[in-house]
C-alpha cells in the first residue's frame, strides 16, 4: 500500500513528498499498526505526519487512500474504480492551501472517469467545469446541474 501510495504522492506533490514505514510510534499513537513518516525531498528530513500543516496532510491521505484502492483493485483482478469521491477539507484550508488541493485532485483527473468534490466553499466550487448544486428546503432537497468551460 505504501508503494502505491508514493506512485500517486510522488505525482501530486511533485515529487516533494513520499512515505516510510518506521518502527517509531507516531504522535499519539497508542497502538501497533502502520507507523510512517514523510519524508520532504525539499528538506531531505523524514517527520512524523501530526507536523504536517492541512493541506499536506490532504494530500497525503488522498494518496493513501488512493494507494490502498490500487492494491485492492490489482487484487480484484484488475477491475478498475471509475469514480473517486473527495468530501473536502477545503473548509480549513488558507487560499494558497485550497490551489494545492485543486492542483493534487487535477492531477489525478486522467486516472477516473469522474472526480466527485463535495464542498461548501465558493472558490473550490469555480476551479470545476461542471457541479450539481443542491438546495434544502423544508420540502425537500432540489439540485441544478451548473456547466461552464474556460
Not at 502505491?4 to 501530486?12: F, G, I, P, Q, T
Not at 493541506?55 to 494507494?67: H, N, P, R, Y
Not at 471509475?82 to 473536502?88: A, I, K, P, S, W
Amino acid at each position: 500500500v505504501v508503494a502505491a501510495a508514493n506512485e500517486r504522492l510522488a505525482r501530486m506533490s511533485e515529487h516533494r513528498y513520499s512515505l516510510e514505514h518506521t518502527a517509531q510510534r507516531g504522535a499519539g499513537e497508542t497502538r501497533g499498526g502502520l507507523s510512517l513518516r514523510v519524508r520532504d525531498d525539499w528538506s531531505g528530513e523524514a517527520r512524523d505526519p501530526a507536523t504536517l500543516s492541512g493541506g499536506e496532510t490532504f494530500v497525503v491521505s488522498l494518496a493513501l487512500a488512493l494507494g490502498l484502492a490500487d492494491v485492492i483493485t490489482a487484487e480484484a483482478g484488475g477491475a478498475e474504480l471509475d469514480t473517486l469521491f473527495v468530501d473536502e477539507g477545503f473548509g480549513s484550508q488558507d487560499t494558497a492551501g485550497q490551489d494545492r488541493l485543486r492542483e493534487a485532485i487535477q492531477s489525478i483527473q486522467s486516472d477516473f472517469e469522474k472526480i466527485i468534490v463535495i464542498t461548501h466553499v465558493e472558490q473550490v466550487k469555480d476551479a470545476f467545469p461542471v457541479r450539481i448544486e443542491v438546495t434544502k428546503t423544508e420540502s425537500g432537497s432540489t439540485f441544478v446541474v451548473v456547466q461552464w468551460r474556460a
